[in-house]
């Protein structure tokens, strides 16, 4: 069958089956379906209902309140019921599709089950969550796993954390940055024209290296670094390189980078990156950065950006499906100290470090940095940034 011929349902079962059963990650599983596609709205309907699907899963879990039931049937159970809450789709319409989509896949035993299910369904949402307490409420109306919500209202209070939800459960605003090395402006009327905010497949500027997407947030950490052309700076955690690249461009690959990153997978992806942007002057290194060393007669960096890894929480409206996986805040912000410690010896005096992470959490940002500061007396924090999920702060070395 051309996929032409196949429905963005069947599609987005596929994805939505393959996250499932086999583990893999939401954006792997659409990248991989959607190849070959070029039909823009296409994409564009799998990828609403597969995020969709997976961005609302515990709500259309509490709204269908399944028992044992096949798994198959229950992904197209999930793909209607998400339809019949958030999109325009006429009811009869769903149900139809759930039912032929059923039949399509074999599963002709569960048609009755999957139409009188949907039928049943109960629409009004106040009715549906009346009962619950505020956290659960907030947890079941927009899928935030209970320990979660718990944890945002203890640390931030019941409103921000209603903010939260609601933010992250958006599509994430769209920022890109002009890669110097290529092009000194941008067209933006072009990119607009483009990008949808969902999915830019056709983005030749992208392919070309004129410019990436990186958020303002991130763009600022690195402006924070004031990289100039002739230093010699070290990105601890480099991969995909999104800081590594405004740093060349900034610099216009006159300054000496080296960047580290532990993971094999993600050194391929970097390296594909620098040859797309046309980054020169850089050292790459596959190693663990707690392990890092200098060699005898190099010399220490007066430029350290060390972008950590982190909960992520800042990035759930990127990556929905990670919303679901446990987070171990204390035991990222070891991590993020050690890590601190090993750039504070790299770091010449004199030098600027500027430490950031994707996420909120306490324990991972203002706790770690007090925490250093404590112990390295010798630095100074210059500057300090809360975003709604992005933090950096700025430390020199005295
Ligand atoms: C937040 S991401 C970095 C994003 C990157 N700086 C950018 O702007 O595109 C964190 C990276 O740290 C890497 N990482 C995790 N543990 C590491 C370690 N022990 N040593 C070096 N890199 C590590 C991960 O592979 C991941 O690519």
Redesign the pocket.
Known sequence: MKSSEISYRRQSFNILAKVSFQKDSLKNSFKKEILGIDNKQRIIAIKKTAYGVMQNKLFLEYALALKKTNPKVKIILLIATYELFFSRNKKHAIVNEACNLAKELKLNFAVGFINAKLRNLERPLKRLLNHLSFAEKLSIRYSYPQKLVDYLIDKFGQMAVVRFCIYFNKKPKLAVRVNKIKIETLNFNKIADTVDGYFAPDLLGIEKGEFFV?DIA?QMACDALKPRAGDNIL??????????AAIASITGNKARITA????EV?IKKLEENIKRLGIKNVNLLK????KFKLQTKELKFNKI?L????SGLGVLNKHVDAKYLDKDFKAFAK?QLE?LKRSADLLAVGGVLVYS??TISQEETSDVITGFLKEFSEFTLEQEQKFIGFYFVKLLKS
């Open positions: 990186q991130s990105d601890c955690c480099s991969s995909p390189g999104g800081k590594l580290c990153d532990v993971s993600k190693t663990d950065f707690l950006i972008d950590a890894p982190c991590l890590m992470v994707c």
